[in-house]
């Protein structure tokens, strides 16, 4: 994905396009991951780091759920790996893939792409001319067994950003530790959207002072939360606040 919108700032002086957030919402995803430093040694390199990682994109994408089935997809596609930029031709191997990835620094990937992710995102939102709405909510890897935050923006449907969570602590604790630099990071994103767990003090007051709008669903299996919330509603005029019951539990609206 690419966009058509170009980047005026792009000849002024200082300018770099490795960081401007116009110059990387007009990339394609195959230029951001060419644009990564190949840590492996130009002797003996058949392959760019960008037409490798451009294959396994694509692949995932294709239903080849494993490095194995990446390289055999490609195998039989020679148009697609030139597409890709490959000029050899034979096709990679999963040898070729394994030396890679005990050669490239995930911490360098995952920038490129958050990079991208959030010029794309901020793109989005300056044409919408309003903030976006974006969820956040705990997940766990699967076969990993390592619990992450995941900030889904609702707007767009992209995963844009994941924070792992450490052994020793919980999803509360990490998004403590975390929302701060997130809200700073992100400042396009308006509303977020939270679960019952997330319904704390210091999450209210963190989204407050950085003048962003929360939405927790609280249900009945958050017991002592939401009879709390019952009473402190019923408090407040009737005509600006209303209690709403649905089918197989209650919220508050």
Not at 79 to 104: E, M
Not at 162 to 168: C, I, L, N, P
Not at 172 to 198: G, Q, R, V
Request: hydrophobic share 40%; with cysteine; glycine share 6%.
């Amino acid at each position: 994905m690419s966009s058509s919108t170009r980047c005026f700032a792009s000849d002024s002086p200082g300018h770099d396009e490795k960081i401007c957030a116009g110059c990387l919402a007009e990339k394609s995803l195959l230029e951001i991951v060419s644009s990564i430093d190949d840590p492996r040694s130009r002797h003996g390199r058949r392959h760019e780091i960008g037409s490798l990682l451009g294959l396994l994109i694509v692949g995932l994408l294709c239903g080849a759920n494993t490095v194995k089935g990446c390289v055999v997809f490609a195998r039989h596609r020679r148009p697609l790996r030139k597409r890709l930029g490959f000029t050899h031709k034979i096709c990679p191997s999963q040898s070729t893939y394994t030396r890679l990835f005990k050669a490239l620094p995930v911490a360098a990937l995952r920038e490129a792409l958050g990079q991208w992710l959030t010029a794309l995102a901020a793109l989005r939102a300056e044409r919408s001319k309003r903030g976006l709405v974006a969820s956040v909510d705990g997940k766990a890897l699967r076969g990993t067994g390592q619990h992450v935050l995941n900030i889904f923006v609702q707007d767009w449907w992209h995963l844009l950003d994941m924070r792992e969570v450490a052994q020793k602590k919980n999803e509360l604790s990490a998004l403590n530790e975390t929302l701060d630099e997130m809200l700073e990071k992100y400042p396009f994103l308006a509303i977020f959207t939270f679960d019952a767990m997330f319904a704390q003090h210091t999450v209210v007051e963190k989204l407050t002072r950085h003048n962003r709008m929360g939405i927790f669903q609280i249900k009945d299996n958050q017991p002592e939360t939401h009879r709390r919330l019952q009473r402190w509603f019923a408090k407040l005029p009737r005509e600006k606040f209303q209690t709403r019951s649905v089918e197989k539990g209650g919220t508050i609206s």
